[in-house]
T-cell receptor, first 114, second 113 residues
Framework: GAVVSQHPSRVICKSGTSVKIECRSLDFQATTMFWYRQFPKQSLMLMATSNEGSKATYEQGVEKDKFLINHASLTLSTLTVTSAHPEDSSFYIC??????????FGPGTRLTVL | QKEVEQNSGPLSVPEGAIASLNCTYSDRGSQSFFWYRQYSGKSPELIMFIYSNGDKEDGRFTAQLNKASQYVSLLIRDSQPSDSATYLCPLGPGSSNTGKLIFGQGTTLQVKP
């Protein structure tokens, strides 16, 4: 399967600052990546579909101006949480879609907003 | 009605036993089905995928799909304490082919030594 990395693995920031999370597909050219968020004891919630070279598609209820997604190359997608607040503290996970519709997940980024 | 339903558990089995995990789904258009394992604090990892009715075996794992009854299951033989995790069975894309996976709550499995 595809190998996916995320950076940083953990970030702590102050309320009101912006945080950028990188998702890299290390061995697969990914035209489609996904961004999820997972709160403690809850299931994964899809935030958006990231398409290389085009605008991301956001799920209902996800603010696209707050969660900026850029997928500028076949190996890199970034998620920027703008003006982060404590309620944005969560586990953010990206995934890469393979040719057979399987998704391979990155290790996740744990965001804590103070 | 939720699109994917799983018993959240925890399902507790003794070491060496067979663990049986089940999912029911509502979208008859789904073409692909997956099983992921998620350890606490970690991201999900793919165990198996299955597209056709019947059984598919991989080592200690067997996935079973019954499209007519709209369920998919995972059997884990010779369960080990290291199998203790949450198991997710998302639906794959149906006719829309957006590539999105639809996740349920997952089933927590506890394998006791």
């Amino acid at each position: 399967g595809a190998v996916v990395s995320q950076h940083p693995s953990r970030v702590i920031c102050k309320s009101g600052t912006s945080v950028k999370i990188e998702c890299r597909s290390l061995d697969f050219q990914a035209t489609t990546m996904f961004w999820y968020r997972q709160f403690p004891k809850q299931s994964l919630m899809l935030m958006a579909t990231s398409n290389e070279g085009s605008k991301a598609t956001y799920e209902q209820g996800v603010e696209k101006d707050k969660f900026l997604i850029n997928h500028a190359s076949l190996t890199l997608s970034t998620l920027t949480v703008t003006s982060a607040h404590p309620e944005d503290s969560s586990f953010y996970i990206c995934s890469v879609r393979s040719s057979y519709n399987e998704q391979f997940f990155g290790p996740g980024t744990r965001l804590t907003v103070l | 009605q939720k699109e994917v339903e799983q018993n959240s558990g925890p399902l507790s089995v003794p070491e060496g036993a067979i663990a049986s995990l089940n999912c029911t789904y509502s979208d008859r258009g789904s073409q692909s089905f997956f099983w992921y394992r998620q350890y606490s604090g970690k991201s999900p990892e793919l165990i198996m995928f299955i597209y056709s009715n019947g059984d598919k075996e991989d080592g200690r794992f067997t996935a079973q799909l019954n499209k007519a009854s709209q369920y998919v299951s995972l059997l884990i033989r010779d369960s080990q304490p290291s199998d203790s995790a949450t198991y997710l069975c998302p639906l794959g894309p149906g006719s829309s082919n957006t590539g999105k996976l639809i996740f349920g709550q997952g089933t927590t499995l506890q394998v006791k030594p």
